[in-house]
Nanobody
Framework: VQLQASGGGLVQAGGSLRLSCVAS????????MGWFRQAPGREREFVAAISWNGGRTIYADSVNGRFTISRDNAKDTVNLQLSSLKPEDTALYYC?????????????????WGRGTQVTVSS
């Protein structure tokens, strides 16, 4: 499975962005999908994840209430709506496809990773 993330960019604090991740084949529709991010000098961290059918979502405390993850299995796509952005949200955002159908915040539970899309939030 290949994953291609897009939608990043430069936005002012308080603004919004919508990230999308397209999977190369339908296999990913049976698996949980997640978003992670990595800021310069920091370790990669979990952002959000969604189960195979969209029935369950989980979020990092730092983004809960501001970000929304969704998926469209007919289009092999998972999206991340970023709202009320803060400078500390600046990072390279990665989408990932899990080994299994249920959600996890553990990066080791994800088998496939995209190349990332940069989100930069100015103050």
């Amino acid at each position: 499975v290949q994953l291609q993330a897009s939608g990043g960019g430069l936005v002012q604090a308080g603004g919004s962005l919508r990230l999308s991740c397209v999977a190369s084949r339908r296999t990913a529709s049976n698996n949980a999908m997640g978003w992670f991010r990595q800021a310069p000098g920091r370790e990669r961290e979990f952002v959000a994840a969604i189960s195979w059918n969209g029935g369950r979502t989980i979020y990092a405390d730092s983004v809960n209430g501001r970000f929304t993850i969704s998926r469209d299995n007919a289009k092999d796509t998972v999206n991340l709506q970023l709202s009320s952005l803060k400078p500390e949200d600046t990072a390279l955002y990665y989408c990932a496809a899990g080994y299994r159908s249920w959600v996890s915040a553990d990066s080791t539970q994800y088998a496939y990773w995209g190349r990332g899309t940069q989100v930069t939030v100015s103050s």
